[in-house]
């Protein structure tokens, strides 16, 4: 009864709002469930308002209880992924920056030729939209985008890329706003190395992009026989960014008003009861509970027999029990360890007796312990886990510990530290206070922006005029170039007249004081 009330209400709303319905098209392409996630609420809330809501998606709601929706199944992708062992190459080393950058390359390629062999979405070019809201990372989807030719946002479930932050008109400076995918320490205040290291990714990812992609990109949307605007255009044209940011987790960034920041959990769920088992299971943990998890993408195959056991061991040293998420059974697992292929983590994480959250540092996990105020240990992997990681270090509500070098002596002593030393809970309190007080709801505020852009067709108002502008402009290299040249012609000129001035002056010294020739007399 009261969720037919509440959406009669919503749409009593959106009729008075004066936002017609509007035919909506999501591209999130990301074989990723922590990707796709965070969009659920928002596509269920749109469809409800009574716009024509239809996505791509990797993992599919197949809910047919909601009306105005459908989808497009991409979960091929998930299939491609692990044939080309996507998650195993970006865990490697950051050293071997060039070679993940061309195993990149070729992922976004093989995943645009994906996406235009797709049935389903070959039909979908047929059709006609208000609005695409399109997943703001692999550029594969922006020829697609621009085939539409209607307005489109950038979403993206953490930090966008330095492309799309480019492209909308905000900042992107390598010290202040280091890219998330860089492995390093104190975000806040980078070292010398790690300056240099920030500023030449910038450069060579920029080029990356605009000079060796997106010409390839191109090609592959003209032999699909898709005629798109150029690529960088279609990413400049973007009307607005959605970003899942947030100053608990990642630094401040200056941005413009049609950068919308949905980073305080648009994802969350309500409460449901927990399975008996796991209840139980918590209820029995008074000593504390540990949970362990490293997401949907980190499977045993990206462990080695060190870390495994290294876990095992530890776990069974500890005196606390510990629900350990994974997706294949570990050997010579303790008695005080429950293992599962899946669990119920929010809800798990409203448990009184969850003492410690173990995790690989995904941005929707943190959000969720630091909604429950669970202090942490980070294991990154790739990506932004490590920006994340080492900005929790910071805050001071978690220990890191290198995955490359674990050892069950090294887990144990930072399990014991988190949860024996208060410090770290009482900041994870503070934190979840933080992150609670907000003054419009994230999915409120993506909904309404949302249907801001199809009210207006755009927000060409709010677009940064620094978009269009060059790169000799933007950081008035002509200015710079004409005071230096200024400066130069002063310098020169004061020189010449101090030289004058000091040849005057030996002169008329030489006049005034200098030895005169003796007179000769004449006989």
């Not at 009307?239 to 987790?249: A, D, Q, R």
């Not at 993408?297 to 005196?319: G, S, Y």
Request: aromatic share 12%; charged share 20%.
């Amino acid at each position: 009864m009261l969720s037919t009330f509440v959406q009669k209400c919503v749409l009593v709303s959106t009729i008075l709002s004066g936002c017609h319905c509007a035919k909506i098209l999501g591209i999130i392409p990301t074989a990723s469930y922590s990707h796709q996630i965070t969009f659920h609420p928002l596509w269920r809330e749109l469809a409800m308002r009574g716009h024509q809501v239809t996505v791509v998606t990797t993992d599919p709601l197949r809910n047919t209880s909601i009306p105005n929706f459908r989808e497009v199944d991409l979960s091929e992708v998930h299939v491609y992924f692990k044939d080309v062992q996507f998650y195993e190459t970006i865990s490697g080393d950051i050293k071997y920056f060039w070679n993940i950058a061309f195993f990149l390359r070729k992922v976004t390629l093989d995943l645009t030729k994906l996406l235009l062999e797709n049935s389903d979405i070959q039909k979908l070019t047929n059709e006609t939209f208000d609005l695409v809201i399109g997943e703001a990372h692999f550029p594969s989807i922006l020829g697609l985008i621009g085939h539409f030719r209607c307005p489109w946002i950038g979403v993206s479930s953490m930090e966008s890329g330095i492309q799309f932050n480019v492209a909308i008109g905000n900042p992107a400076h390598p010290v202040l706003n280091p890219d998330y995918n860089l492995p390093l320490g104190n975000l806040e205040d980078l070292n010398f190395l790690e300056r240099i290291t920030s500023s030449v990714y910038r450069i060579g990812f920029v080029f990356l992009i605009d000079a060796y992609l997106y010409p390839s990109l191109s090609r592959v949307y003209e032999d699909a026989g898709l005629n798109t605007p150029p690529l960088i255009d279609i990413q400049n044209n973007i009307s607005m960014l959605f970003v899942t940011t947030h100053p608990i987790f990642h630094n401040l960034r200056p941005v413009f008003p049609n950068t919308i920041s949905i980073g305080t959990g648009m994802h969350f769920q309500q409460r449901k009861p927990l399975p008996k088992d796991l209840q139980t299971f918590l209820d029995e943990g008074e000593k504390g509970v540990i949970y362990f998890s490293l997401g949907s993408n980190i499977n045993l195959n990206l462990l080695t027999d060190n870390f495994k056991k290294a876990i095992v061991e530890a776990f069974a040293e500890v005196p606390y029990k510990v629900l350990l998420k994974m997706d294949g059974q570990l050997n010579n697992v303790s008695k005080n360890v429950l293992v599962r292929k899946w669990m119920p983590q929010q809800d798990i994480f409203r448990h009184k007796n969850i003492k410690l959250f173990i995790t690989q540092g995904g941005l929707q996990s943190l959000q969720e312990a630091v909604l429950n105020e669970i202090p942490l240990i980070g294991i990154p992997f790739f990506g932004d886990q490590f920006s994340n990681v080492n900005k929790m270090v910071k805050k001071g509500y978690g220990l890191k510990i290198d995955r490359t070098t674990i050892t069950k002596n090294a887990l144990v002593t930072a399990i014991k530290e988190v949860i024996q030393d208060p410090k770290y809970t009482e900041t994870a309190q503070m934190m979840g206070k933080i992150f609670r007080d907000e003054e419009i709801p994230s999915l409120q505020r993506a909904v309404y922006w949302t249907e801001y852009v199809i009210r207006h067709k755009g927000a060409k108002h709010l677009r940064s005029p620094t978009v269009d502008m060059p790169a000799w402009k933007y950081y008035m290299l002509d200015v710079v170039g004409f005071l230096a040249f200024i400066s130069l012609l002063i310098i020169v000129i004061i020189y010449l007249l101090i030289k004058v001035f000091i040849r005057l002056v030996i002169y008329i010294f030489a006049r005034l004081f200098g030895k005169r020739k003796p007179k000769i007399k004449k006989n």
